[in-house]
Structure formats: structure tokens, C-alpha cells
């Protein structure tokens, strides 16, 4: 199990690193509630990125996406702290909408997966609820096993496969 | 894509106005329809060899070889499924496909064999085909009639005994000939090994095609042995476990239509389709019942997801199961009074069988590993799933729980679905790392008679049809 958590920490860096921009390290999760106001307008017009954008988003959090370990839905340390910054940006933007989609690996059949996906997603919508965004402004889908980003056979694509992904919904 | 399949098969009840002389010189033939008995008959008076049979329990005994030459035609015309002559080949070549799949038979096909004239149809030279070490000799004929329709006559005959042991024929549109030709294998199948038929029936499946991080997915259906398949889809949206209801007019199956993955009934007909539940969120896993009243589904509600069944129609959805986990995968036993199905209500995936209404459930797996995708025979005797643990294999036990038996050794061998015989499954096979594409295979019972299914793309999510009436 350490080895497994392990694998999933390098995963989600290796994820972090590649879809973003840098990031700040890891910090501890805020409180709920009301994120303070951090300048995210600073970083605006003059790169052509609209405040409160998909790109802005993206930029903004520590990463878009969460990683699950094996037939689990848990949202694990590591995962609070990115959805704390997701809702700490969400919190900036409250008319903004999101979708998340639930994902696993393909070590489970069909049809089980879609409903892991969907309880992935939904463990995710809940957590950032928790965290003060407002839950109809998340819609989540499971894509199951159908749309895995790592191709491999092994347990290092299997670990970056079980993930949910928030979209901002332009 | 343009044409409508559902055509009604006429079967001629063996009315061959040149057969019967011929015929009549040896013991009336009786005639079967695919729904009378498939039990052995009794050798002609004063034959001695022992009944032509095929042992179907084991895979130790040899495959009985069986002669099928090319079907002769009274007059080479052009159909519109091909010149006469021809058709009558590719008829042959047809059941000899069929009945070497079943690894019953070691048919010696028509591309190995001397053609046979018209006349010699109901008058077979026995003591030739004795030669070619066949036990089973299948004749027939394709003949076009004035109303564009064609006949197939095909007649099954023991070779040692010299006897005629059934026959039978069939009128259909040229749309249809290859039926023609799997009803006959069927006769012959049903005749010689006393199990039901399978070979006339379809198999709705998903063919895929793209890298396996965006698989382009189409709904598809083709007959049994891979052949005669059409697109359902166009590949724009996700497609997912299709199932053929029972009167083979429609199909239910998951569609990422909108981004909202949802079931539908999509009519083959018409090419119309409607959306199953209206107003719900995730639901999955659709299963005809038996009688196709009712489709049995599993739908996701706050993360929770549970077995319901809808009539098949559309109307409101009956919940029959309410655990805090992940139940679905339900499947009707074939008198439509109980239902196995998955949850993972103890930890993991294991199989479950409760009563049609969602009462007394209990589980009836138990053995290492999780368990998935319960599929109920149709001879009611067995239950297939897929095993879970070093990879996905198919296997069967029975609706007790007892008697667990694995059938295949791929990597990953998923979702198996049943031959309207329950003797022979499907199942898709999906291969490792980033070029691991699906396939579909069939297996028997025995789990040695494995067989890559020549889909024209790769393909997933089989589901089997009943045998066409």
C-alpha cells in the first residue's frame, strides 16, 4: 500500500507538471468557505487569458485532475489539496459551471467501471460542495473505462487512468 | 444501412415436386421445422450400423467428418444474390464454416470435393462419399423461382447406413440466402448431436476502431459467424452493451448522445430510437427480460448504483435492489423468475441471485478472485461470468454457486453472452498496452474449442440474439 501510494504521488506530479503551468508546492487545505481574494486578476489581460476561463483555471489550481487508488473512491490527501484549490478559484468565480468527469483504469469490466466513474465523480462534487461550491454548479459523467490518457498495461498508466477531471464549462 | 432486415423466413415444408420420387424409393422422409425435436430418429428397418451421433460432452472424441459439396442449381440464372451456380457454392462453403466452428464436425467443404449433379441431390452415391472417410454426407440444391424468391433444399444422409436422415427446405429472398444456408447447418447440427440450433441468429456487438485513448465505437449487428454485418451508428458518439430484444426488432444500449450517458431502444426497423428513462441520471447495464416486457437496468444516483427494471415500452422504473454499493450487470433467468446480478456490497464484485421482484437475495459466489457480468443461460442450467484476478477470464457455474468452471485463459476475456443453445459462448478479448485492441471469440463448454470471431473492425460488447424464427 505504500508502495501504491508512492506510485500515485509520482503519478499525480508527472500530471500536475505536464497539463500545467508551475505550481506552488502543496499547501495546507483552507478552511471552507469563502476563499480570500489572491489576485487572480493580476494575472488577466496582459497574457490574453480571461479571468474566470477554462485557461485561467487551468493556470490557477494546482491541477484539474485527482487520482483514486485501485476500486476506491476516496478523496486521499493529496487530492484535498488540489480540490482546495479548485475551490478556492471556484469560490472566486461563482457563476462559473464545471463538469467532472469520473475515469478508471481498465482492470475493471464494462459496465462496474461506469459506475465507479460516476462514484468518483460524485465523491469529488461532494468534497468540493463540502468546500462551499455550490453543488448545481457541478454536473459530473463517467466515462468509465472508455477514455483512459495512459495507454500502457501497467501500474504506472493504471494509476494515472483512475482520476477525475474538473472541466470548466465555458 | 438503407435496407430492412426483419424479413420473415418462409420454410416450404420439403415440397420438392422432383424430390419425391426419388425419395420415396427409399423411407418417406420425415420433415423438421427448427422447433420440432431435435432427438435422434430411428434408423430405417434393417439397418444395422449403430446411430450416426456426435458425442457433444467431451472434447476428446474426434470431430465426425462430414462431406458438403456444392449445391446444384436445375439452371445457372443470375439472382440478386449472385449467379445460381455460384450461390449453391458459397451455400456449402456457409454450413461448412458453421459446423467446423462448432468443433463437432470435420467437414470436408466443397472446395475439396467433386460437384455433384442436380438429379443425384435425393439420389446420393453413397459408396463414393464412403470413400472420402465422411460418415455424414449434406446435399442440396438452390433453384430460382419465378417470383424471385429462391428455394434451398438441403438433406442430411448417413453414409454407412445408405439412409436419408432428414431434410428439409427453405424459401427466402435473395436478401436472405445466407440463412438459407445456416438453417440447413442447423438441421444438420440439431440432427446429428441432439442440441438445440444456433447457427441462424445474430449477434448485436460495438465495433471499434482508433487508438485506445479515443476508440471510435459503432453499434453494429451481423449474423453469428461474423458475416452479413451492418452499421447501426456512425461513430460520433460512444455506444456501449447493446442487447437484441427477444423479437429481434429492437435494441437497448448505452449512448453518450449529448454527453449524458443514458440507454435507449433503437427499432432496427425504422432506425428510430427513444430515450429508455427520461429525467435520470446515469443509467447502464440494460438486459431484455425473456418474455420482452420488461428491461431490466442499473442507474447511478449520488453515487450509489442500483438494479431497476422499466417496461420495455417506457414507464416508470421499479427499483429492486437498495444497497450502498454498486449492484448491476442483472440478468433474467430464462423463465423470467429470477435475476443474477454483481455487487459490491461485501467489499468486491461478486454474484448475487435474487427473485424477479428484488426479494431474497443471496450470493452465490464464493470462490478467489471478484466476479462480473453474470449471464443466465438459456437452457437455464448454467450461469457465465467474468472472473476477475490476474486478469479477466470467462467462466460458468451453475445458479447455486456449485460447480465452477473456467473456460478461457486470455489476458483480458470479458463479458461473456449465450448462443440460443447454451453450449457456446461469446465474449470480447481485449489485448494488452497501447495497441491492445478488442476482439470478439466464441468457446463451448468444453474450453477447448476457442474460436476468433472475423468481425471486418475490432469489437466489444457482444450480446447474442435468439435463434430467427
Do not use: E, I, M, R
Given at each position: 500500500m505504500a508502495k501504491l501510494t508512492t506510485k500515485l504521488l509520482i503519478a499525480t506530479a508527472l500530471v500536475a507538471v505536464a497539463g500545467c503551468a508551475p505550481k506552488r508546492p502543496p499547501v495546507l487545505p483552507p478552511a471552507a468557505g469563502p476563499a480570500p481574494d489572491q489576485g487572480y486578476s493580476n494575472n488577466g489581460p496582459r497574457d490574453g487569458i480571461v479571468p474566470g476561463s477554462r485557461a485561467d483555471f487551468e493556470r490557477s489550481v494546482q491541477s484539474d485532475t485527482i487520482h483514486f487508488a485501485l476500486d476506491q473512491y476516496d478523496i486521499d490527501a493529496t487530492a484535498r489539496s488540489i480540490l482546495d484549490s479548485q475551490a478556492q478559484w471556484l469560490t472566486h468565480y461563482p457563476n462559473v459551471h464545471i463538469t467532472i468527469e469520473g475515469h478508471c483504469d481498465e482492470r475493471g469490466t464494462r459496465e462496474y467501471n461506469l459506475a465507479l466513474g460516476d462514484r468518483r465523480a460524485n465523491s469529488t462534487k461532494n468534497y468540493l460542495a463540502a468546500r462551499g461550491v455550490d453543488p448545481s454548479r457541478i454536473s459530473t459523467i463517467s466515462y468509465g473505462k472508455e477514455r483512459p490518457i495512459a495507454l500502457g498495461s501497467d501500474e504506472a498508466s493504471w494509476a494515472q487512468n483512475r482520476r477525475a477531471v474538473t472541466i470548466v464549462l465555458n | 444501412m438503407s435496407h430492412h432486415p426483419i424479413r420473415r423466413l418462409r420454410m416450404a415444408l420439403a415440397l420438392f415436386a422432383f424430390g419425391t420420387a426419388a425419395a420415396s424409393a427409399q423411407t418417406a422422409p420425415s420433415v423438421q421445422t427448427p422447433?420440432?425435436?431435435?432427438a435422434p430418429q430411428a434408423l430405417a428397418p434393417g439397418q444395422t450400423p449403430p446411430p450416426l451421433e456426435?458425442?457433444?460432452?467431451?472434447?476428446i472424441s474426434a470431430p465426425m467428418p462430414i462431406a458438403i459439396p456444392a449445391m446444384p442449381t436445375p439452371a445457372v440464372v443470375s439472382t440478386p444474390a449472385g449467379m445460381s451456380d455460384q450461390v449453391g457454392r458459397e451455400l456449402s462453403g456457409i454450413i461448412t464454416n458453421d459446423l467446423k466452428n462448432s468443433g463437432l464436425f470435420r467437414p470436408l467443404g466443397p472446395n475439396m470435393l467433386r460437384p455433384v449433379s442436380f438429379p443425384e441431390v435425393t439420389a446420393p452415391a453413397f459408396d463414393y462419399w464412403g470413400g472420402t472417410g465422411a460418415q455424414a454426407l449434406v446435399q442440396g440444391f438452390i433453384k430460382a423461382n419465378g417470383d424471385g424468391t429462391l428455394t434451398v433444399g438441403c438433406y442430411l444422409y448417413d453414409v454407412f447406413s445408405k439412409v436419408e436422415l432428414t431434410r428439409q427446405g427453405f424459401v427466402v429472398p435473395p436478401s436472405d440466402w445466407r440463412r438459407a444456408a445456416h438453417k440447413c447447418a442447423d438441421m444438420v447440427y440439431t440432427r446429428l448431436t441432439g442440441e438445440g440450433p444456433y447457427f441462424d441468429s445474430r449477434v448485436v456487438y460495438v465495433s471499434e476502431t482508433g487508438p485506445k485513448g479515443h476508440r471510435i465505437k459503432r453499434l453494429a449487428i451481423m449474423d453469428q459467424d461474423g458475416f452479413n454485418g451492418r452499421f447501426l451508428t456512425n461513430g460520433q458518439t460512444i455506444v456501449l452493451t447493446p442487447h437484441l430484444s427477444p423479437d429481434q426488432k429492437s435494441i437497448v444500449y448505452m449512448s453518450y448522445l449529448g454527453d449524458r450517458p443514458s440507454l435507449y431502444v433503437y427499432d432496427i426497423g425504422t432506425g428510430r430510437q427513444r430515450l429508455l428513462v427520461p429525467n435520470a441520471g446515469l443509467t447502464l447495464a440494460p438486459r431484455f427480460s425473456p418474455d420482452g416486457r420488461w428491461i431490466l437496468f442499473s442507474m447511478a444516483e449520488a453515487g450509489h448504483t442500483n438494479i431497476y427494471r422499466v417496461p420495455a415500452g417506457g414507464g416508470r422504473p421499479q427499483r429492486l435492489t437498495n444497497s450502498p454499493g454498486i449492484d448491476t450487470g442483472g440478468s433474467y433467468s430464462p423463465d423470467g423468475s429470477r435475476i443474477v446480478f454483481e455487487s459490491d456490497r461485501s467489499g468486491a464484485q461478486q454474484l448475487y441471485v435474487m427473485n424477479a421482484d428484488g426479494s431474497n437475495q443471496q450470493r452465490i459466489s464464493f470462490g478467489n478472485g471478484r466476479y462480473a457480468t453474470p449471464a443466465w443461460s438459456p437452457r437455464g442450467d448454467l450461469i457465465a461470468f467474468t472472473k476477475i484476478g490476474g486478469g479477466f477470464h470467462v467462466g460458468v457455474m451453475s445458479?447455486?454457486?456449485?460447480?465452477e468452471k473456467m473456460l478461457t485463459d486470455g489476458w483480458q476475456d470479458e463479458q461473456p453472452t449465450w448462443a440460443p443453445n447454451g453450449r457456446v459462448l461469446m465474449f470480447f478479448r481485449t489485448g494488452q498496452g497501447g495497441g491492445g485492441a478488442a476482439d470478439l471469440w466464441s468457446v463451448d463448454l468444453t474450453g477447448v474449442n476457442e474460436r476468433r470471431i472475423p468481425t471486418p473492425l475490432d469489437g466489444s460488447d457482444p450480446s447474442w440474439g435468439p435463434i430467427r424464427p
Open positions: - | 422447433t420440432s425435436s431435435a456426435v458425442d457433444v460432452t467431451g472434447g445458479p447455486n454457486g456449485g460447480g
